[in-house]
């Protein structure tokens, strides 16, 4: 989808994102269906969820229900207790509540990166500037970084985010795309915010949920700014039943990595250079990405292009044998 945005300098502007298959429909009007949609970095093999009990949709979630979501993503996350939890319907939620808490302030984001975070802040009156490092950002109140970074896939030290932040200041740190990779789990502490992303790890984005790892009192501003209710009940029954399965969480780390590997190795033989990425999607560039673009939609296969760097397109991975086939069709 497209949503308005606003730039660091505070004009707004269309923000981009993947997923928008009417807008590829747009785009390509002959095009074959089914589109395949390799424009976002969900898992494209979601959980398996169990039947949900009619009373999920049927009822109000109670606060019983809420501390149990809320448990399972302390343990998963590895947060001290629940009570550093704010759950929420999707990470996108988050970014734009968290600024809108806080004081005005300077705040800087470490980019090239999901353009969300920057508009968010400055939508609310904050000062934002964007950085290419951490080392950059010294002197700013808020930092901001995603990590692994979309769509490069960078991995931010903790401590160079925190020491850019100093006494007093506060790193909102967004880990959406690092369950399934090699990447320890950051515990939130004073002076951190560390978001999660549900959606994209367990293949369920329609769902919406997330969550914010915070000390325990901005985590209860948070949840009193969402509003009751604001996680649905189906989305808390499928929270309760994903978080705790580890073993789920190691098989599909180990299967996305090897799509990973195998899609490299397609953008390599159509000879894209890959710039980064994580299991879930690559980011590459190529001599001629628009030409590459267009081919792909008329053939019906969405990628996420980027207007600031058009030699780049970012590919998700297919979600099965038919996918991947036509892809390889194309890219050969």
Request: with cysteine.
């Amino acid at each position: 989808m497209e949503g308005r945005g606003v730039r660091a300098d505070g004009s707004e502007d269309a923000i981009p994102h993947g997923g928008d298959l009417d807008a590829a429909r747009r785009l390509f009007p002959d095009a074959p269906e089914p589109w395949i949609d390799l424009s976002t970095g969900i898992n494209p093999v979601p959980y398996p969820l169990p039947a949900f009990e009619a009373s999920a949709l049927q009822r109000l979630p109670s606060p019983a229900d809420l501390a149990r979501l809320k448990a399972a993503a302390a343990a998963a996350y590895g947060a001290p207790g629940p009570d550093h939890v704010a759950a929420a319907p999707g990470t996108q939620i988050l970014i734009e509540t968290l600024p809108r808490l806080l004081e005005r302030a300077r705040v800087a984001v470490v980019g090239p990166t999901y353009a969300e975070h920057a508009a968010a802040w400055a939508r609310s009156g904050h000062a934002v500037r964007l950085v290419a490092e951490p080392a950059q950002a010294e002197g700013a109140d808020v930092v901001v970084a995603v990590s692994p970074n979309n769509p490069d896939g960078r991995i931010f030290s903790l401590k160079a985010l925190m020491r850019a932040a100093g006494d007093g200041g506060l790193v909102v740190l967004d880990q959406a795309f690092a369950d399934l990779e090699p990447v320890e789990a950051v515990a939130p502490g004073p002076g951190l915010v560390v978001l999660r992303s549900f959606g994209k790890t367990y293949g369920l984005a329609g769902l919406r949920l997330g969550f914010a790892l915070a000390e325990p009192e901005l985590a209860r501003r948070i949840e009193a700014a969402l509003g009751p209710w604001a996680v649905s009940g189906p989305a808390i029954a499928a929270g309760c039943a994903a978080l705790p399965d580890t073993a789920w969480l190691r098989a599909a780390a180990g299967t996305r990595a090897q799509d990973a590997a195998r899609l490299d190795r397609m953008i390599g033989r159509a000879g894209g250079r890959i710039v980064g990425g994580t299991s879930l999607f690559r980011t590459a560039d190529f001599d001629d990405a628009p030409g590459l673009f267009r081919r792909l939609g008329e053939a019906g296969i969405y990628v996420r292009r980027f207007p600031e760097s058009p030699e780049q397109l970012r590919f998700g991975l297919p979600p099965d044998k038919t996918a991947w086939c036509r892809l390889s069709r194309v890219l050969r």
